[in-house]
C-alpha cells in the first residue's frame, strides 16, 4: 500500500516524494507493460510515458488507496495506444521445435525461472491471438493477481465483461496449447 502522505506531497508538486513513489510503483507499471507489449524497451517507453502522464495529473487523485488502480488504469490503457498504433513488435510465429521448446520447459520444469526473452516469447506467443480486452484482463488476472474487482475498476468493464474476457482467454489459450503438447 503507497503511503498516505507520500501521495498528498506528491500532490503538493514534490518532486523528490514522487521519485519515491515512482520508484514504489515503476516495477508493477513496467510487469503489466512487458506482459502486454512483449518488448523490453517498448514496456520502459510506455512507463516512462505513463510517468509522465501520472505526474501531470496526480492532483486528481482522489486517495492514496486509489493510486496504485489509477497507475494501472494508465499503463493499460497507454499499451492500448501502443497495440492501437501498431508499435508491436513483429507477430511472433513459433514452429513446431519452438513449441515443443516451450512445452517441455512448461511440463519438466514448471519453477524454473525463465529470462526476460524467453518469458516474453512464452507470452506473446499465447496471448498474441487474443483480444486487446482478453489479454489485459488475462494478464491482469493470471499474472498479476488481480481481483475481478480490481479488473473492473481498471479497465471499465462490468464484472460479467471481465469474467466473460478471462474465460474465453482461457479457453483460447488452453486451445493453443493443448494443440502443441
Known sequence: MIDKELINECRKGDL???????????????????RMLGDE?????????????IWEK????KSAESYKTWLYRVVVNKCYDQ?????????????????????????ENPSS???NEELAEIICLLTDRLSPKQKVVFILFELEEMTNDEITEITGMSKTRVKA?????????AMMIGKYL
Open 113 to 115: 525461472e525463465l529470462e
Open 58 to 61: 496526480i492532483k486528481r487523485i
Open 165 to 173: 474476457n478471462l474465460h474465453f482467454a482461457r479457453k483460447n489459450i
Open 41 to 53: 524497451e517498448k514496456a520502459r517507453d510506455t512507463v516512462q510515458d505513463t510517468l509522465i502522464t
Open 83 to 107: 497495440i492501437r498504433k501498431g508499435n508491436r513488435k513483429p507477430e511472433f510465429r513459433a514452429d513446431d521445435k519452438t513449441w515443443e521448446i516451450i512445452s517441455n520447459n512448461l511440463v
Open 16 to 34: 523528490s516524494n514522487f521519485k519515491k513513489l515512482v520508484e514504489l510503483t515503476s516495477p508493477y507499471a513496467f510487469s503489466v507493460a512487458f
